[in-house]
């Protein structure tokens, strides 16, 4: 390990340019993965939270967990009957999230 050393620092004291470029080009390496990764990121962010065209139109969203067919089809049967005469149009929802081999994707 003593002569590595010495064999490095002789290289150094020699070459010294030649070392700071080689920890330079490393460290723009680097920094270079890791803002591609941020900006990539972001970009997703910012894709998720953009509305997405199915739901351009809709005024209210109504949203329940363990919300079954049975539950739309008798909300449905009560606005056609008249029960919600300010609402003009019904359509049923499912969303969620599938993980693809090549990442997750929004599925509807």
């Given at each position: 390990?003593?002569?590595?050393?010495?064999?490095?620092?002789?290289?150094?004291?020699?070459?010294?340019?030649?070392?700071?470029?080689?920890?330079?080009?490393?460290?723009?390496?680097?920094?270079?993965?890791?803002?591609?990764?941020?900006?990539?990121?972001?970009?997703?962010?910012?894709?998720?939270?953009?509305?997405?065209?199915?739901?351009?139109?809709?005024?209210?969203?109504?949203t329940r967990t363990e919300l079954s067919m049975g539950d739309y089809f008798e909300l449905r049967?009560?606005?056609?009957?008249?029960?919600?005469?300010?609402?003009?149009?019904?359509?049923?929802?499912?969303?969620?999230?599938?993980?693809?081999?090549?990442?997750?994707?929004?599925?509807?």
């Amino acid at each position: 390990m003593k002569l590595l050393t010495r064999s490095q620092l002789r290289f150094f004291s020699f070459a010294p340019f030649s070392t700071l470029t080689v920890w330079l080009g490393i460290t723009l390496a680097v920094a270079s993965i890791v803002a591609v990764h941020q900006i990539s990121q972001r970009v997703v962010n910012s894709l998720e939270a953009v509305t997405p065209a199915y739901l351009e139109d809709v005024t209210h969203l109504l949203t329940r967990t363990e919300l079954s067919m049975g539950d739309y089809f008798e909300l449905r049967a009560a606005w056609r009957a008249g029960a919600l005469p300010e609402v003009r149009f019904l359509s049923p929802l499912v969303e969620g999230r599938a993980i693809a081999p090549d990442g997750a994707r929004r599925v509807v």
